[in-house]
């Protein structure tokens, strides 16, 4: 240990300690100001009337009376968890079945095919919600409707009937993240061994038993992430929502970020906009925990077998 | 069949045109909204309102985009978005390293629990504070500026456990001892040893952060409310706000908006790729 170098009276340790500190100090210093407080703030505001401007006005817990008599809001909930639902349920499912067939040992132009279908990804959530706000239009000339009309249905009012505005934003929603969740299965999949698929060519185990006995259980830990990754991300919905329909934001397709947000800066309700936070908060860590319990059973029922 | 087909594949095994029929349906779906907004960037209005829509590209590009300047500053505002995503991604590299560094390698009380609770920040939802964080701004004045996107976006918890994990396994403890006997600070050991072996961390991490900060809108939507501030994602929505809908500006908007994201990501769509599912498997 060289400790000559040592200057103001300070040992090595102390000093390395200093650095350290000083080196993480940054992400705390700004976390305080511009992330916890925040969110402690925001449990403050939810008790208060306020504008923005006026003076705050305790009301006690009248903003979660408030919103939870408003059938908007009820909507904002239910509407997040049905587009997450079919957003993402057939998203996961779809990526497994293209992942499944991009790590497939017959396949050629692997490269050509893994960007194509990633590409979604890169594009803004902005851009796929004009896009497919041209496409979901309500009009005959918008793609959908022109497609249904094939069948004799429609014209549809996309942006504005109860299941329709939802199959379109769930549409985004998927088309989206079908290839990052594509690209996030297929690496889990390169990564199990491959003596275990020659073992099991040996024991002469099909296709199928192959699938269901070594890639889907080899997957539960990626498919949780995904899982849990798209849970979060389905809570957080907003941009789609929000573009699609315009600042009205229909009762048909609010989320509840959505809500949040035309309380704040539409209705400048910061108030009961903060109580919809609040909620919004308890629901994701419900959501959380759950998840992780599920995570930590699995973890253990690998473990005993 | 001989080679690396496996026995018994022949060249139309089912098995094969099942593969290739779902990349091929998958990768159509995935192109056509590209083809469609592309389309669309090239037609006027009145092509695009009629029955059957247009499927072909028109003429139209340059008028369209012409319009779109018309309407809005599309190069202020891609120039806005750009000089923001790059100072955002600059300055949390810098910062998410520098953290990672001291987790990964010096030794200090409290250490685990500090970096524990970075690792709990992941889980909040950012929405929560939003209104606090609206008011900080406007309280510090930072409304319609840059810092406000600026400053609280340096505030990375994924990129110090990203850096840490590279750190630590990619820098070994005996450079780091032998610098220290020649007397390097603890900064000078930082920058001069581990920032040139950790370099392909900052080229991964960087995409993401730098994908992140150009797509976002929720917050740039809150804080940016001069037209001139606007980045690209909030000058888009501006135009597809409008109350006369120009379906062709409107498109051809966010076909340039896409375009330079397209070629950043064609180059380096190998490192793209690889970052986002490193960052997920680890």
Not at chain 2, 48 to 71: A, Y
């Amino acid at each position: 240990m060289a400790t000559t170098k040592k200057s103001k009276g300070l040992t090595e340790k102390k000093r390395t300690a200093l650095s350290a500190y000083l080196f993480i100090s940054p992400f705390f210093i700004l976390f305080a100001i511009f992330g916890l407080f925040p969110m402690i703030f925001s449990f403050y505001l939810s008790f208060f009337r306020w504008d923005g401007l006026n003076a705050m006005e305790f009301n006690g817990f009248k903003n979660f009376s408030f919103i939870f008599n408003d059938p908007v809001f009820f909507s904002s909930i239910k509407n997040t968890f049905l587009i997450g639902i079919m957003g993402t349920v057939p998203q996961i499912v779809a990526a497994l079945l293209i992942a499944f067939a991009l790590n497939s040992a017959l396949l050629r132009f692997r490269n050509t095919f893994r960007t194509l279908v990633f590409l979604p990804y890169i594009t803004s959530i902005v851009s796929v919600a004009i896009i497919f706000g041209l496409i979901f239009n309500n009009q005959p000339f918008g793609f959908a409707n022109y497609f249904l009309s094939f069948f004799d249905l429609g014209p549809i009012r996309w942006n504005a009937d109860y299941w329709p505005v939802k199959i379109a934003i769930a549409t985004m929603v998927f088309w989206r993240w079908v290839g990052y969740n594509t690209i996030i299965f297929l690496a889990g999949m390169q990564s199990i061994p491959r003596e275990l698929y020659e073992a099991a060519k040996i024991d002469g185990a099909t296709v199928g038993q192959q699938i269901r006995l070594i890639t889907l259980p080899m997957l539960k830990p990626i498919t949780m992430f995904v899982v849990f990754t798209a849970t979060i991300g389905s809570l957080q919905l907003f941009t789609e929502p929000l573009i699609f329909l315009g600042r009205g934001l229909r009762e048909e397709g609010i989320t509840m970020v959505a809500y949040l947000w035309r309380d704040a800066f539409v209705y400048n309700s910061f108030g009961t906009a903060s109580a919809a936070a609040i909620v919004l908060f308890l629901i994701i860590i419900t959501l959380t925990a759950i998840n992780l319990l599920i995570t930590n059973q699995l973890g253990r029922s690998k473990k005993v077998s | 069949m001989a080679g690396k087909r496996e026995v018994g594949e022949g060249k139309f095994s089912p098995k094969k045109i099942f593969v290739y029929m779902s990349l091929i349906v998958g990768s159509l779906v995935s192109l056509f909204p590209f083809y469609y907004m592309f389309v669309m960037a090239t037609r006027l209005n009145r092509e695009i309102n009629q029955v059957p829509p247009p499927f072909t590209p028109g003429k139209h590009l340059v008028e369209n985009f012409q319009k779109v300047l018309n309407s809005i500053d599309f190069f202020g505002a891609m120039w806005n978005s750009f000089f923001v995503a790059t100072t955002v991604t600059l300055g949390t590299l810098f910062l998410s390293s520098l953290a990672g560094y001291a987790f990964a390698k010096l030794d200090f009380k409290g250490k685990s629990i500090l970096f524990g609770m970075i690792l709990v920040t992941m889980m909040v939802p950012p929405q929560l504070g939003l209104i606090p964080q609206y008011y900080i701004i406007t309280t510090l004045g930072w409304l319609n500026d840059f810092k406000a996107i600026i400053i609280p976006g340096l505030i990375n918890a994924f990129g110090i456990f990203w850096m840490r994990q590279y750190i630590k396994d990619g820098v070994p403890y005996e450079i780091i001892e032998a610098a220290k006997i020649d007397g390097c600070s603890n900064f000078r050991i930082y920058w001069n040893i581990v920032v040139p072996m950790i370099l392909p961390a900052f080229a991964t991490l960087g995409i993401i952060v730098f994908m992140a900060v150009w797509n976002d809108f929720l917050w740039p939507l809150v804080v940016l409310r001069d037209p001139s501030m606007h980045t690209l994602q909030v000058a888009l929505r501006s135009l597809n706000d409008a109350r006369l809908l120009d379906y062709g500006m409107i498109m051809s908007g966010t076909f340039w908006a896409t375009v330079p994201l397209l070629i950043v990501f064609l180059l380096f769509n190998r490192l793209f790729i690889q970052s986002l599912s490193e960052g997920a498997v680890k």
